[in-house]
């Protein structure tokens, strides 16, 4: 049982393209400058640089090699650790993103491996401290023309923190939290909040918002910058059944754009850039100093993680079935989910199991467990089920919340869909028989986020760039697949597809054709990222792009704008 314990524990824990369409007319290709163009900075250019910016500008090299620099190279722990990694300017936690499968010839720098290529790793990173840092090195990066990407906590699923041949900007030192019990936009009182720099991690939030006796929605991982990628994808937690989602509760933002610019950002305050955060997409607008976000007085929850067994993939679907029936039963609550099926194999020596993850606010651990019951009880009522273990804690749901850390340093690729809750009224044995033929198709690990309905449905109101899918949605699922560093190029480009060729089709019967993702948690490889991830946004979106960043200085994978450039953001398609 220690084993299958400690397995567990490693899935819970991992938990948490572009269109290349050709213009007719054709245009000379316009490219970033890179080492060896004409117009790329001197030696002498980025010295004077250096200066300006007080000497925060440091070489960058792929976490494998500063791990080799290191006496003793770094530990597991330490390679595995997101707060270790976010230590390392060229670290991404997803660890194939800094790996440049796709270049000419690939370049990849392995962990423990003798030779090293520099990937899709950054050269240069500016560790900015200050908002002029940053204005500093918009600046630069307009006159010379360069490719720019923006790092927080480096934990992007889609890679969108790191570039080849490109400047960086981390803003993991912009650490400053404080709450109010007042913010004014113009005149109107919004009452309580907390302004956090987009280096703040979530579980820090939640440490000082415990002291503070407030709650913000967040996400479930201790490391995510929430002022960072979190708000600008829309933010899910498992407090949005009550709350609403991130990007429903931020209030303002503090933001460089590509002119150079500090703009204040808000409802009253340049309210299209306003609109493009909130769900617009991560690292296309401008380079985040802090944000305000929403907080209510904290509470206390029944937080619980149930882990039941099952004999196999069948008895597996069966209980994924009994879930979608009962999805509704936790509503009352306001509660939030996450809840895995997982398996090691397809052979009879397969483990496969169900865990759920719930959080009920102001809930006694009896009442969860009477909510949780009906769908326990049937689920136990299956031939080939046992309870493995169930835990009810009850407090603070700041404490319920946090995490000491994130455990990454995987290759890991996502794929996900929004599915609407009117899939699970009518149909939740579809639900089952999804689940079911992901399982035959080798998926190991699908993730429900029970992060939608409640509060955020009755959101939909509000004008923001959240996808409207959100509104009507019940969950977030999403498949992910890894490999390690043994798997040949060929078998790394079938994984890095395969949400694409084998699992879109599946998911797509429970939520119809062209169905809506979470553009955070989602692949990079989408072919209709514009409508997938944006939906009836995009236009609106692109025009407000063109204003902000005429001349798309903030070029992410599957962002808006992505579509005029090549995978890297490097040279115009
Ligand atoms: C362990 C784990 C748990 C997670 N849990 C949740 C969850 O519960 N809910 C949820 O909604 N999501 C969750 N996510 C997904 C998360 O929201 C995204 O990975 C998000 O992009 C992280 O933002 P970041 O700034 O921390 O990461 P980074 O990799 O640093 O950046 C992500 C993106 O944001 C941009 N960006 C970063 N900083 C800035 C800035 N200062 N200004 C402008 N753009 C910036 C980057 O360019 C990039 O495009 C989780 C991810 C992980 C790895
Ligand atoms: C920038 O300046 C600092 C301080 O002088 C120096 O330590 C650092 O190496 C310089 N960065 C680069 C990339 O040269
Ligand atoms: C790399 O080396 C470390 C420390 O020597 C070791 O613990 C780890 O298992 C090795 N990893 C790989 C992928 O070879
Ligand atoms: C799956 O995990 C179980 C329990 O840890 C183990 O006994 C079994 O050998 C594993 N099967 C595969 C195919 O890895
Ligand atoms: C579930 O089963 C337990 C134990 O048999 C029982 O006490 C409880 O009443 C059942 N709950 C429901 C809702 O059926
Ligand atoms: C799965 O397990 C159940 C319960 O033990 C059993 O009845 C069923 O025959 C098994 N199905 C397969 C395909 O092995
Ligand atoms: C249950 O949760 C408590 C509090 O988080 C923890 O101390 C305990 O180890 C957990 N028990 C099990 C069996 O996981
Ligand atoms: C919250 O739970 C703690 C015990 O964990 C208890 O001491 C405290 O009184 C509770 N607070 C409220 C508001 O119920
Ligand atoms: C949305 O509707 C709710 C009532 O359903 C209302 O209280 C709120 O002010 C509306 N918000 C906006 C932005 O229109």
Redesign the pocket.
């Known amino acids: 049982m220690k084993s299958l314990a400690s397995y567990l524990a490693l899935v819970l824990y991992a938990l948490l393209a572009h269109s290349t369409s050709e213009d007719l007319i054709s245009k000379s290709s316009v490219c970033r400058n890179v080492p060896g163009s004409s117009g790329y900075p001197t030696p002498a250019a980025w010295d004077a640089f250096n200066k300006t910016i007080s000497g925060r500008l440091v070489g960058v090299v792929p976490s494998a090699k500063y791990c080799a620099s290191l006496p003793g190279s770094c530990t597991d722990a330490q390679w595995g650790s997101a707060l270790f990694r976010s230590t390392i300017p060229g670290a991404t936690d997803q660890f194939n993103w800094e790996q440049g499968y796709d270049l000419k010839p690939p370049s990849l720098c392995l962990r423990n491996s003798t030779t090293c290529g520099q990937g899709d790793v950054p050269l240069y990173s500016v560790e900015a401290e200050t908002a002029a840092d940053i204005q500093a090195a918009v600046k630069f990066s307009s006159a010379h023309n360069l490719r720019l990407v923006i790092k927080s906590t480096g934990h992007d699923y889609l890679g969108r923190s790191t570039a080849p041949n490109s400047l960086l900007v981390r803003t993991s030192n912009f650490k400053d939290i404080s709450f109010s019990d007042s913010f004014f936009i113009g005149s109107k009182n919004m009452g309580s909040v907390v302004t956090m720099g987009s280096g703040v991690y979530s579980h820090t939030l939640y440490e000082k918002g415990k002291a503070a006796g407030k709650i913000a929605v967040g996400g479930a991982a201790a490391t995510v910058a929430n002022a960072g990628g979190y708000v600008q994808g829309a933010g899910h937690s498992a407090l949005s059944p009550t709350f609403g989602l991130g990007a429903d509760n931020v209030l303002e933002f503090h933001i460089v754009i590509a002119s150079g610019e500090l703009l204040q950002v808000n409802s009253i305050s340049h309210p299209d850039l306003f609109y493009a955060l909130r769900g617009g997409g991560a690292g296309s607008w401008g380079i985040i100093v802090s944000a305000t976000f929403r907080t209510f007085p904290t509470f206390n929850a029944t937080s619980s993680l149930i882990i039941l067994v099952a004999a196999n993939h069948t008895v597996l679907s069966s209980i994924t079935t009994l879930h979608a029936q009962h999805i509704f039963d936790w509503d009352s609550v306001g509660a939030g989910q996450y809840f895995w099926a997982v398996t090691n194999g397809t052979g009879s020596d397969a483990f496969s199991a169900f865990a759920l993850n719930t959080y009920m606010p102001d809930t006694t651990p009896e009442q969860s467990l009477?909510l949780l019951?009906?769908f326990?009880?049937a689920s136990?009522a299956l031939p080939g089920v046992f309870l493995f273990s169930q835990n009810f804690t009850y407090g603070d749901i700041n404490d319920a919340l946090f995490q000491p850390d994130d455990d990454v340093g995987f290759n890991t690729v996502l794929g996900s869909r929004l599915i609407p809750a009117a899939t699970y009224r009518h149909s939740p044995e579809a639900v089952g028989k999804a689940y079911e033929k992901l399982l035959a198709g080798g998926a190991t690990q699908i993730l429900g986020h029970l992060v939608a309905g409640g509060k955020v449905a009755e959101n939909a109101n509000i004008s923001s760039a959240v996808h409207p899918a959100w509104r009507t949605a019940k969950t977030h699922l999403v498949v992910s697949s890894s490999w390690d560093d043994s798997a040949s190029l060929a078998e790394i480009h079938e994984i890095r597809n395969f949400f694409q060729t084998t699992q879109v089709p599946i998911l797509e019967e429970i939520t119809g054709p062209h169905a809506a993702a979470y553009s955070n948690e989602a692949d990079l490889l989408e072919p209709s990222f514009q409508t997938t991830f944006f939906g009836p946004n995009y236009a609106k979106l692109s025009s407000i792009k063109k204003k902000y960043d005429p001349n798309d200085l903030f070029i992410v994978g599957a962002g808006v704008g992505s579509e005029r450039w090549d995978e890297w953001g490097l040279c115009q398609v």
């Open positions: 009477t019951s009906p326990l009880n136990l």
